[in-house]
């Protein structure tokens, strides 16, 4: 059974950083690329980023470049999402996905960041 | 980037009753379309990707179609269990981008 863990979550203050991971399992890990989707409350999902098999190469939202960082230890199976000089608008739900291929097929169950003084 | 318009925000459907979500894209992405479920307190569900594929497991009930800018996603003979949010998601290009999501409800 495929399963993402994400963990991390927390209360931080503006200009602060927080780092989030997410456990793999059920699956090859080092197959697929994976992704970080968050939902604002109340509001629609938005793709922040994501990372190929290797973790060669990344791909990033405009809102969020040169703030976040994906990254991966695949011997570990897990996923990361560094993020730095947080914002009120970087409050949400963040969750860990696998992506098969740009459709995001397996999703965690969620982390919740609070970006507030 | 390319902009992904849903449409309509909200449906109050009754048992047996079809659903249909639109979804228009400002650019051209061909057929690379995917449809989520997502119920209250749970993370989204993929239903259909690329090809208006449905993934394994998902009732025959849940269908969609579309080429290059215009995508319907149907839900026929909608059950109380369908409640939720729907989103639709465009994977041609990167940034991937959601529409602003359909809130169904069963009467």
């Known amino acids: 059974e495929v399963q993402l863990v994400e963990s991390g979550g927390s209360l931080v203050q503006p200009g602060g950083s927080l780092k989030l991971s997410c456990v793999a399992s059920g699956f090859t890990f080092s197959n697929y690329w994976m992704d970080w989707v968050r939902q604002t409350p109340g509001k629609s999902l938005e793709w922040i980023g994501e990372?190929?098999?290797?973790?060669?190469?990344?791909n990033y939202a405009p809102s969020i470049k040169d703030r976040f960082t994906i990254s991966r230890d695949n011997a570990k199976s897990t996923l990361y999402l560094q993020m730095s000089n947080v914002k009120s608008d970087d409050t949400a739900i963040y969750y860990c996905?696998?992506?098969?291929?740009?459709?995001?097929?397996?999703w965690g169950q969620g982390v919740m960041v609070t970006v507030s003084s | 980037e390319t902009t992904v318009t849903q449409s309509p925000a909200s449906l109050s459907m009754a048992v047996g009753e079809k659903v249909s979500i639109s979804c228009k894209t400002s650019t051209d992405i061909d057929d690379d379309m995917n449809w989520y479920q997502q119920k209250s307190g749970e993370a989204p569900k993929l239903l259909i990707s690329?090809?208006?594929t449905l993934r394994p497991g998902v009732p025959s009930r849940f269908s969609s179609s579309g080429y290059g800018t215009d995508f319907v996603f149907t839900i026929n003979n909608v059950l109380l269990g369908d409640e939720g949010i729907y989103y639709c998601?465009?994977?041609?290009?990167?940034?991937?981008?959601f529409g602003s999501g359909t809130k169904l409800e069963i009467k």
């Open positions: 996905t696998r992506n098969d291929g740009s459709p995001f097929d397996y």
């Open positions: 990372i190929n098999t290797d973790g060669s190469k990344t």
């Open positions: 690329e090809g208006n």
């Open positions: 998601q465009q994977s041609d290009n990167v940034p991937f981008t």
